[in-house]
């Protein structure tokens, strides 16, 4: 397969499977614009409880908020936003399709593009004669700039007319750092979680979920003093690859790279990416960066409002630091489906499409049948599913053979089928079939729930 249609048999159980659907699909769809299906909304909740869960519930030094996605206009004008949030953007005269310049520059020299003014990118798209990669066309506009930032009008009169929608979800928790002073018991080092919406008018390659306009985002910012900043940084990463072990990523598909010093944002003094074996090519999954002091000192800047710390034993007052690592949400599900995604040949020489997922983040957990459509055998089914799904979220399905039956549960990456057959009538037990061993077990249904439990790790 080719880069691009790797990703096509993942694309299209996502589909068939209620994972993702096109956005506005009844009306031709919606570019870059995607929903969550009932098990793509269940795979993402599970992500984001289990965010809060590792990193807000389980630590001391940790609360989280849910800022708001419209932000005071000078808030973007401090963070820089305003004045440097900007892609380099090209058009084709010909056919009129819109391009990143320096991604068609990249694609000639195998490597990013950093450094180059608007003006060099624009002489060499046309020295080298670089085509459209629509129509093939070498007849380019000139390179410029466009600032990624959805704006709206604002009804109000007076002061700023014009509202923008968050490009990042990071500026909500610098404008409420100091409520979080005031209010809560936290001390230096703490950190605010945040998961929410962020939105970035931006060209896209079209590798599904990837890169969308938008997006959702798992984000920490971590005060520290400036002097703890490389130990800080060095744990926050560490958590972060223990983090991808959690939901079951591959290790050996998860790498680190590191931002040279001409490829750092402004605020930031160092910056190192975790990127991912995709189908298309290793590209970034999450971030950690040191912000430094950049952001209060700029919003202490602007709002002329105090945002130093005092440290309550030595009364010393100072502006801290941030080491800020980010979890992208829709990577990160795409980064899961590709990884547990599987096509296998069975013994008996028939395909499965298998999805498999940790049951830590798997959208459902159980599958319970009845071996055949018999009175007796689909009520007691019915009594073991509501047993079961007062704890997790379970399937009950009659419908067709039981090898159909599990072969669609294989592709939701459901990590145990319970199936009551007659034996059951006779002695209360059932039978569990393991997702990827596939091998089969009588349990009491007694012993089911914590047996379940035990195995696939889950709470109650």
């Known amino acids: ?258 931002h040279s010093k001409e490829e750092l944002s402004h605020y930031s003094k160092r910056t190192v990416d975790i990127v991912y074996d995709f189908p298309f090519g290793r590209s970034e999954l999450y971030g950690i960066a040191y912000r430094t002091d950049f952001d209060l000192k700029r919003h202490a800047e602007f709002s002329k409002v105090p945002l130093e710390y005092t440290n309550p034993e030595t009364k010393e007052r100072f502006i801290p630091h941030v080491v800020e690592p980010t979890f992208g949400v829709d990577r990160t599900i795409l980064a899961l489906l590709c990884n547990a995604y599987d096509e296998e040949t069975l013994e008996n020489g028939e395909m499965r499409t298998v999805l498999h997922f940790s049951p830590k983040i798997a959208p459902v957990k159980c599958a319970v049948f009845p071996l055949m459509k018999k009175e007796a055998l689909v009520e007691k089914a019915r009594e073991v599913y509501l047993l079961l799904k007062k704890h997790w979220n379970t399937e009950y399905d009659e419908g067709g053979a039981i090898g159909r039956r599990y072969r669609r549960q294989d592709e939701l990456g459901t990590p145990y089928c319970i199936t009551i057959d007659f034996e059951t009538l006779e002695n209360q037990t059932v039978t569990i079939r393991d997702r990827d061993t596939l091998k089969q077990k009588r349990v009491a249904i007694g012993d089911l729930v914590p047996v379940v439990q035990e195995h696939l790790q889950l709470d109650l």
């Open 1 to 258: 397969m080719s880069k691009i249609d790797s990703l096509k048999p993942i694309v299209a159980l996502c589909k068939r499977r209620g994972f993702v659907y096109p956005g506005s699909e009844i009306y031709g769809g919606f570019a870059n614009t995607y929903s969550y299906g009932p098990y793509g909304a269940e795979l993402k909740k599970n992500v984001k409880d289990l965010f809060w869960k590792t990193f807000v519930h389980e630590r001391e030094d940790m609360v989280g908020i849910d800022g708001p996605i419209l932000l005071h206009p000078q808030a973007w004008k401090a963070s820089g936003h305003l004045e440097g949030f900007n892609d380099a953007l090209i058009d084709c005269k010909d056919c009129k399709s819109r391009f990143r310049v320096d991604h068609l520059i990249e694609d000639v020299l195998g490597k990013e593009v950093v450094g180059m003014s608007l003006s060099d990118m624009t002489l060499f798209v046309k020295e080298k004669g670089i085509h459209c990669p629509k129509c093939g066309s070498k007849n380019f506009t000139d390179a410029r700039t466009f600032n990624l930032m959805f704006h709206t009008p604002m009804s109000k009169t007076g002061g700023e007319e014009v509202a923008y929608l968050r490009p990042e979800t990071a500026q909500a928790i610098f404008l409420d750092y100091k409520n979080i002073i005031d209010t809560m018991r936290v001390k230096i080092p703490f950190g605010i979680a945040q998961i929410g919406k962020a939105f970035r008018n931006e060209i896209t390659p079209g590798n599904f979920i990837f890169r969308v306009i938008e997006f959702e985002q798992m984000e920490i910012e971590y005060f520290i003093e400036e002097k703890n900043w490389e130990k800080t940084f060095t744990d926050w990463l560490s958590c972060m690859h223990n983090w991808c072990a959690l939901i079951g990523l591959d290790p050996n598909k998860v790498h680190e790279k590191e």
